[in-house]
């Protein structure tokens, strides 16, 4: 069974350039999750969609993020304009089942970020 | 709110001691529990986890946790510590939509 794709592996830009993600889950998952994971800390939760529909994005930096999972499949996290303070490991993570089930989380490799 | 607390950064043991990570949570009703380790370089792994029954979990690599309610705790626990256990561990809570993770806790193994 395939795992959870994430590309790139490494990205590095400067400041206020953009940048995107791209994240496909476990074939059949229908929760997916996007974790920033900043050096020496836990993942924090940016957003959680159930299909195409956005759960939680409560912990978005909604005027810099963006993210959208259109069919329901494959997702896309962007940042524009990129700060410093977003230098960490974005991670993927998916889910079989409804956001309230007691499944565990199949990450991806997640992509190491770093803005100069 | 939902919540999970790490209190501990860092725990060194020597190989063959015993361990115990601690982790408290908050939330209104009980909620499923996770811990999950991170080797260096590596992605995150599920040790074990527990939603409901036995309070006492069995999990990978020897771990076990147990769930107490009253204290609102899920403590990770391995009898005897090998030097492979070296890496961070992440407590996690899963409740209504959330599944959220503490700061974590980077244990080091002594020879």
């Known amino acids: 069974e395939a795992g959870v794709a994430q590309s790139p592996r490494y990205k590095i830009i400067e400041k206020r350039q953009s940048v995107a993600f791209w994240c496909n889950p476990i074939?059949?998952?229908?929760?997916l999750y996007w974790y920033q994971q900043i050096l020496g800390q836990g993942p924090k939760l940016l957003i959680q969609?159930?299909?195409?529909?956005?759960?939680?994005d409560s912990q978005l930096p909604k005027d810099r993020f963006s993210a959208e999972r259109l069919k329901g499949v494959d997702s896309t996290l962007k940042i524009q304009p990129a700060k410093l303070e977003d230098s960490a490991v974005y991670l993927c993570?998916?889910?079989?089942?409804?956001?309230?089930?007691?499944?565990?989380?199949?990450f991806g490799s997640g992509t190491q970020l770093s803005v100069l | 709110a939902q919540s999970v607390t790490q209190p501990d950064i860092h725990i060194t043991v020597s190989e063959g001691a015993s361990l115990e990570l601690r982790c408290n949570y908050s939330?209104?009703?009980?909620?499923?529990l996770f811990w999950y380790v991170q080797s260096p370089g590596q992605g995150l792994q599920l040790l074990l986890k527990?939603?409901?029954?036995?309070?006492l979990v069995q999990g990978i690599k020897g771990f076990e946790a147990e769930f107490k309610r009253s204290q609102s705790s899920f403590n990770l626990r391995k009898p005897s510590v090998h030097w492979s256990d070296a890496a961070e561990y992440f407590c996690?809570?899963?409740?209504?939509?959330?599944?959220?993770f503490g700061t974590g806790t980077r244990l080091k193994v002594l020879a």
């Open positions: 993570a998916s889910t079989g089942q409804g956001s309230t089930t007691n499944e565990k989380l199949f």
């Open positions: 074939s059949g998952h229908a929760t």
């Open positions: 969609f159930q299909n195409n529909g956005v759960v939680d």
């Open positions: 939330y209104g009703a009980t909620p499923y």
């Open positions: 527990y939603f409901s029954g036995d309070t």
């Open positions: 996690a809570v899963q409740g209504t939509y959330k599944y959220i």
